[in-house]
């Protein structure tokens, strides 16, 4: 460590040189299986020979040229992102964080738009995530992430999770719109039932509210399907995505409905680096990938093969693997022991994995793996629930 840096993210000992495909390399040139994905982010993997030409590409043409000329890469991706979702139109920031901010101040417009600016609150649910900035810690409701920010950005309601009844119960007159993970990441890989996610779309129809989606984790072909709620077969008003959209380029997205965006007209939003020609070369390069045929399909296979053999680990090592729960290659391992000391030992044995909330273990492997991998990283997480649960 050193102390030049804001020690924000607590110790770190782990130092990566080098990555390819599913990948990564320390200095001494020991491999590692990335199976975190740099939090669901490398969703084509390391250095995917697609993302490495369209970036040398951009970066001999053109870095940034801002917000106040027109980019043809973030025309493309925004109009491919349209094309195979509910959206109409895209707004580009940076991060899941600012997408969801920006998803926000969508929400709230909207109803100022047509008159009612006293329709500001939305809901969300326990045990959310949606970002660090003070609206979207505010959104996630976590104690331990408000706590010594001064006074939370007033106007979001928690419910409890999966509960309908509650859900109704806490719209007023000043809901604005409904916030969502499909599947909670940071929260421990928590899905929402699909049916509840249906009855949560006609519930904004029956109030007149909006349905907002936060996909930032679980977009972008993670759980085998563009984004997971057409699983649900329902349509969100607006949606944040990010993380594996740039595949490891940072960048943001909001998606919305002409009808839903109709208030963010010129000088109601915007952002300095969002959507330059290098992270939309970035978004590009990713949508080659995972939008050519039989992709998505190559996901769903490899996901359910990842499960079943998780689910057999699980039932192996019961103490040490409670039990897996997610969709596609999003899932989580409820773990017996603390998950950092799971997630530390798989490290120790080349298997990189990410601690989530509620003891849970995260698995966010590139979507380009295989059979192979999926075999290696079983393999290391049963020689470590092994050795954890024999030393227990």
């Known amino acids: 460590m050193t102390e030049a840096l804001m020690p924000t993210y607590g110790d770190r000992t782990m130092t990566f040189v080098r990555g390819e495909g599913a990948y990564l390399f320390d200095a001494t040139g020991r491999r590692f299986l990335?199976?975190?994905?740099?939090?669901?982010?490398?969703?084509?993997?390391?250095?995917?020979?697609?993302?490495?030409?369209?970036?040398?590409e951009q970066a001999a043409k053109v870095l940034h040229t801002s917000n106040l000329y027109l980019i043809p890469g973030q025309i493309k991706a925004a109009e491919r992102l349209c094309a195979n979702s509910f959206a109409d139109v895209v707004f580009f920031g940076n991060s899941g964080a600012e997408a969801n901010e920006g998803l926000i101040k969508l929400v709230r417009k909207y109803h100022a738009h047509h008159g009612h600016p006293e329709r500001y609150r939305i809901i969300t649910v326990e045990g959310a995530f949606h970002g660090r900035t003070l609206a979207t810690i505010a959104a996630g409701g976590s104690k331990k992430?408000?706590?010594?920010?001064?006074?939370?950005?007033?106007?979001?309601?928690?419910?409890?999770?999966?509960?309908?009844?509650?859900?109704?119960?806490?719209?007023t007159k000043e809901t604005a719109g409904v916030l969502i993970e499909p599947i909670q990441g940071e929260g421990g890989i928590r899905p929402m039932d699909l049916e509840y996610l249906r009855q949560v779309r006609k519930a904004c129809d029956e109030f007149g509210i909006l349905?907002?989606?936060?996909?930032?984790?679980?977009?972008?072909?993670?759980?085998?399907?563009?984004?997971?709620?057409?699983?649900?077969?329902?349509?969100?008003?607006?949606?944040?995505?990010?993380?594996?959209?740039?595949?490891?380029?940072?960048?943001?997205a909001v998606l919305a409905t002409k009808e839903a965006a109709i208030g963010m007209v010129a000088g109601t939003h915007g952002s300095t680096f969002g959507g330059n020609p290098l992270s939309t070369a970035a978004v590009n390069a990713v949508l080659d990938v995972v939008l050519a045929d039989g992709f998505?399909?190559?996901?769903?296979?490899?996901?359910?093969?990842l499960r079943k053999k998780a689910e057999a680990l699980c039932a192996k090592h019961p103490g040490v693997l409670k039990s897996v729960r997610g969709a596609g290659l999003m899932l989580g391992f409820v773990a017996g022991p603390p998950n950092g000391t799971v997630v530390a030992a798989a490290a120790e044995n080349g298997l990189l994995l990410v601690p989530a909330g509620d003891n849970v273990v995260r698995m966010l492997p590139p979507l380009t793996i295989g059979t192979a991998e999926v075999d290696e990283a079983i393999a290391i997480l049963d020689k470590t629930a092994s050795a954890l649960a024999s030393s227990s």
């Open 296 to 305: 998505m399909d190559h996901v769903q296979e490899v996901a359910a093969d």
């Open 211 to 252: 349905m907002a989606l936060d996909e930032v984790q679980s977009g972008i072909g993670r759980t085998g399907k563009l984004f997971a709620y057409q699983w649900a077969g329902i349509e969100p008003d607006v949606l944040a995505a990010a993380k594996g959209l740039g595949g490891g380029v940072p960048v943001g």
């Open 145 to 171: 992430h408000l706590e010594g920010f001064g006074p939370p950005v007033e106007g979001f309601d928690q419910v409890p999770f999966g509960n309908m009844n509650a859900l109704r119960d806490a719209i």
């Open 34 to 56: 990335d199976f975190g994905g740099g939090i669901a982010v490398t969703s084509i993997g390391h250095s995917h020979p697609t993302m490495v030409k369209a970036l040398q």
